[in-house]
């Protein structure tokens, strides 16, 4: 074990395994520093929908693939991260920093240590792209209240919260087809990535432009 701590939300547990790290939440594995071939696509492909200058929103630090993959481009001039635990902020400035290419030390990063459900909704800001990675998508989040991100509400919250033609790009465990349908209702055209993994059903990527037709 490379650090435990307990935090609201009960244990968190950075170990590691080999030549890698795992992130543990109450004895529920969450991720770790295998691959992220998904996290990077999620940020990659938003990129490609916004203009030179965007401003990026980063919901769930993790691992700090998805933000390398942000802070590795010049398109953004402005990248926040929302993260709920300050644990594993801390660990981004040593252990973990090489996984997301030390990008907390980049002047383009803000990192905001709250809950995003929360942030959200009390933040005026807006942004041209929002990328969540939080839990493990809309059909398994490890804390309930995370849940409130995939409805009805937490779409429309999230709508509020992009520019006109912003995009909101969302990382799933697993496909949901439900969740597309609410996206495409709420947001706008959806399209939908499938990266594939060693064991089990592909990870998934969904990505919907504001549409206010």
């Keep these: 074990?490379?650090?435990?701590?307990?935090?609201?939300?009960?244990?968190?547990?950075?170990?590691?395994?080999?030549?890698?790290?795992?992130?543990?939440?109450?004895?529920?594995?969450?991720?770790?520093?295998?691959?992220?071939?998904?996290?990077?696509?999620?940020?990659?492909?938003?990129?490609k929908l916004v203009p030179a200058g965007a401003r990026i929103l980063i919901g769930g630090l993790g691992v700090g693939f998805s933000l390398a993959e942000a802070a590795a481009s010049q398109v953004p001039a402005e990248i926040v991260?929302?993260?709920?635990?300050?644990a594993l902020?801390?660990?981004?400035?040593?252990?973990?920093?090489?996984?997301?290419?030390?990008?907390?030390?980049?002047?383009?990063?803000?990192?905001?240590?709250?809950d995003i459900v929360r942030w959200l909704g009390t933040?005026?800001?807006?942004?041209?792209?929002?990328?969540?990675?939080?839990?493990?998508?809309?059909?398994?989040t490890v804390f309930q209240h995370n849940a409130a991100l995939y409805d009805d509400h937490g779409l429309t919250l999230l709508r509020e919260r992009l520019t006109g033609d912003g995009v909101l790009a969302a990382?799933?465990?697993s496909a949901s087809p439900a969740y597309a349908t609410r996206l495409a209702a709420v947001i706008g055209?959806?399209?939908?990535?499938?990266?594939?993994?060693?064991?089990?059903e592909p990870d998934v990527v969904y990505l919907a432009r504001r549409d206010d037709r």
Excluded: Y
């Design 89 to 114: 902020i801390d660990w981004h400035r040593d252990t973990l920093a090489p996984f997301s290419a030390h990008a907390l030390d980049d002047a383009r990063v803000r990192v905001v240590n709250d």
């Design 1 to 47: 074990m490379v650090d435990r701590v307990v935090t609201d939300r009960g244990e968190l547990v950075l170990r590691r395994c080999a030549e890698h790290l795992e992130i543990i939440s109450n004895g529920v594995f969450l991720m770790d520093t295998r691959a992220g071939s998904s996290e990077r696509l999620l940020v990659r492909e938003s990129l």
């Design 123 to 140: 933040t005026d800001e807006v942004f041209d792209a929002i990328c969540l990675d939080v839990d493990n998508g809309p059909d398994w």
């Design 171 to 173: 990382w799933s465990a």
């Design 81 to 86: 991260v929302v993260e709920i635990e300050r």
């Design 189 to 200: 055209p959806v399209t939908t990535h499938r990266v594939e993994v060693p064991r089990g």
